[in-house]
């Protein structure tokens, strides 16, 4: 799941047939509770550029939210 967030469009390039879908749901969960839980670690110190990684966890919440809504 993380090259498909990191590749974007061009992930179709490197997709691959056959994976079970239920599992990569559950590595798409994981990888946006991660990057809800990482950021707000980071702003739970005295981290500097708040703004940035207020956005990461935000935008990372919607994604576990919509994932929730179509299974």
């Keep these: 799941m993380f090259l498909a967030l990191r590749f974007g ?3 179709r390039i490197l997709r691959r047939a056959g994976l079970d879908p239920a ?8 990888m946006h509770l991660s990057l809800v839980a ?11 550029d708040r703004e940035p990684m207020l956005r990461i966890a ?14």
Excluded: F, I, K
């Design 23 to 30: 599992r990569l749901n559950l590595y798409r969960l994981a």
């Design 58 to 71: 935000e935008y990372n919440t919607q994604q576990v939210l919509a994932l929730q809504q179509h299974p």
């Design 38 to 48: 990482g950021p707000l670690r980071l702003l739970d110190g005295d981290y500097p």
């Design 9 to 11: 469009r061009q992930y």
